[in-house]
């Protein structure tokens, strides 16, 4: 049995395998085999020897190639569930790739990955990735018209002793320029070089230099490094205590990320204070070890521990990996996916996103994994992203919603504008379609059927309209939007925002929506309600006439654990207003959706939505039932 390696100085080798290597072994079987004569199993033993610790050599332990991984599990650990795991590479260099006819995997290619994310390497590697893809990537490049921030840093002036100072651009003529943006958390800090009204003035003379925060000092550090000039950092470039300003500019955030050159990610940085850079944890160290080939070539090969991918934790397929810091914030996103080229500095390594591929310093350009940048910029960039998408845009909106609410925010009044710039960016909005609170007028009646994952509270503060995703905080999903419609039962007549600034799809001060279509009354009930404190909300159930529904209510927040105007009492009379009738995918299992909805105590005789009603294919008398006895109906909703 062997694998052929492919050519390396156009020559063709042979690396010799066995069935021990091959398949589930011990760290013994290994070692032995490998003594005896086969390279792979050598290294598997030198690996495990070196990378793990001394327990991970135990008989108990089963080892397997699976997935360009070593793994090493303990099959009888009486609970003891831990894992080991290696990955082997070869550097590119040696344009080397293992490939096997016989099952056996391919090494992966990729890079040692330096002690730090401050050294002259990582400067060299972030070059190396811009660069490429300004030169060979058609779909990063702007297809706008030139575009330059009210303000920016000169983060190289000659006018200062920092070389540090606020430009306003509409006092000079200005061209075309490469400008980077700053994503970072702010967290509790309040750095002393922000711009206020009192700080203007100075600022556009000098911005000292122990007045910027650590995260601020490096990014100016790499960026000098790169040869950039211009930095646009939101605290300093939006005068934060000029609510006029402010609303200016965060309307301006579409065009600030996605017309910067690049943009710079602290996503490792919890805080402005925390810095840039992060050391590589020795967990995570690079082993050289080598392998001798048939015709007695030896070639090098390291070893490490697989570095986790921030994706991963977007992707969920690793729950125990944490999301960076600054992907948990929800202004973060849009700043993300409008932006054409991102460079993340997470823990151990930097990463790159842009919408042509993704890729990291340890396993190199699209290979490391796969960003949700790459697809889900698809919207907002159309048919200038490498990953476009057929998908119907309603439907992107709505994974790109279901992301977003997943995501945490300081102020919640902040819902509509933290997303305001990928709204102005999506296809509904440059096609002319109305856009109404976080949804769009042409998929309205889809956009009504979304639900709360995870029901949280409704802010006190007014901030969307009930029917809204917006109106909730939590994670919200569309469960319907890939089935099949079979009948609508909505109608809508009439959609009002009203805005409370200059931003056309930031803030509102009010919002309604006129609908018709059948109605039926009935009566919320708790059917688990104690004066103690839950950890669950109540299951409730629905009562219409004498026909009673249960665990079919799916709440929008936890309307029985608040004691202000959102509490739903037990009892309370509510209305359930058909929506939609669709079928999963290729079969004949049919689902009906309809809101719940009471009598709004903010502004009678209008009414509020509190929940959705969820009926499957199981109980679809339920349903029939509903329409029986439903009225078609025009009313507000608010």
């Known amino acids: ?44 033993a030198r690996g495990i020897a070196t990378i793990c610790p001394l327990r991970a050599r135990r008989p108990a332990v089963e080892w397997r190639w699976e997935s360009q991984v070593l793994r090493g599990r303990d099959w009888q650990g009486h609970g003891n569930k831990e894992e080991y795991k290696i990955e082997f590479f070869i550097h590119p260099d040696s344009e080397s790739l293992f490939v096997s006819r016989s099952g056996f995997p391919k090494f992966l290619v990729g890079h040692p990955v330096p002690e730090g994310t401050d050294v002259e390497k990582t400067v060299m590697q972030i070059q190396d990735w811009y660069l490429s893809c300004v030169k060979s990537h058609d779909s990063c490049r702007s297809t706008s018209a030139t575009y330059v921030p009210t303000r920016l840093l000169d983060i190289q002036s000659p006018d200062c002793a920092s070389g540090v100072r606020l430009l306003e651009t509409k006092a000079g003529i200005w061209g075309s320029l490469d400008y980077i943006c700053l994503s970072h958390c702010w967290a509790e800090s309040r750095p002393d070089c922000i711009t206020l009204k009192s700080t203007l003035e100075q600022n556009l003379k000098e911005i000292q230099w122990a007045a910027m925060p650590k995260t601020f000092q490096d990014a100016i550090g790499v960026l000098r490094r790169l040869a950039f000039r211009y930095l646009w950092i939101d605290s300093i470039c939006i005068i934060q205590d000029d609510s006029d300003d402010w609303a200016r500019e965060s309307a301006a955030m579409c ?91 997470v823990r151990n390594e930097v990463a790159w996103e842009c919408l042509h591929l993704s890729g990291c310093q340890c396993l190199g350009i ?10 889900l910029s698809a919207l907002l960039h159309g048919t200038h992203a490498q990953h476009n998408t057929t998908q119907n845009p309603a439907s992107q909106w709505f994974r790109l919603v279901e992301q977003y609410t997943r995501l945490a925010l300081t102020f919640a009044k902040d819902r509509f504008s933290a997303l305001s710039g990928a709204a102005q960016r999506s296809p509904q909005f440059r096609d002319g379609d109305k856009y109404v609170a976080g949804l769009w007028e042409s998929e309205m009646l889809l956009g009504l059927t979304w639900y709360a994952y995870r ?52 803030q509102l001060s009010s919002a309604s929506l006129t609908v018709r ?114 009225i078609e109906t025009e009313l507000v909703i608010v």
């Open 255 to 345: 065009d600030v990320y996605s017309q910067a050159a690049l943009t710079v990610a602290a996503t490792n940085s919890p805080n402005s204070d925390h810095g840039l850079y992060s050391t590589l944890s020795p967990d995570f160290q690079s082993h050289e070890f080598s392998i001798v080939l048939t015709d007695g070539i030896r070639i090098p090969v390291w070893g490490r521990r697989p570095i986790p991918h921030f994706a991963a934790a977007e992707s969920r397929t690793r729950p125990d990996f944490e999301s960076p810091p600054l992907l948990q914030r929800g202004w973060v996103l849009q700043e993300r996916l409008l932006s054409r080229r991102v460079v993340h500095f």
């Open 366 to 375: 699209d290979k490391g994994y796969q960003s949700s940048k790459v697809w």
């Open 1 to 44: 049995m062997s694998v052929e390696l492919g050519p390396v100085q156009h020559r063709g080798w042979l690396l010799p395998s066995c069935p021990r290597c091959t398949g589930k072994v011990t760290y013994e079987d290994l070692r032995q085999s490998g003594g005896a004569s086969c390279e792979t199993c050598k290294l598997f």
């Open 517 to 630: 279509g059948p109605v039926a009354s009935g009566i919320l009930l708790w059917e688990i309600a104690d004066a103690k404190p839950r950890k669950t909300s109540s299951i409730f159930s629905v009562q219409f006439s004498l026909r009673k529904m249960t665990k079919c209510f799916l709440p929008d927040y936890t309307l029985d654990r608040t004691t202000d105007e959102h509490l739903v009492p037990n009892g309370s009379k509510v209305w359930w207003l058909a929506a939609r009738e669709t079928i999963i995918g290729e079969t004949d299992s049919h689902e009906y959706v309809g809101l719940i909805l009471r009598e709004s105590r903010r502004d009678p005789p209008a009414y509020e939505r509190i929940g959705l009603l969820y009926i499957d294919n199981d109980a679809a008398e339920d349903h029939d039932f509903l329409m029986e006895h439903a």
């Open 455 to 506: 029901p949280g509270h409704r802010p006190n503060e007014w901030i969307a309209p009930t029917w809204s995703w917006a109106s909730v905080n939590g994670t919200v999903q569309w469960p319907l939007q890939f089935h099949r419609v079979v009948q609508g039962f909505l109608t809508l007549i009439k959609a009002d925002c009203v805005l409370a600034g200059p931003d056309p799809t930031g």
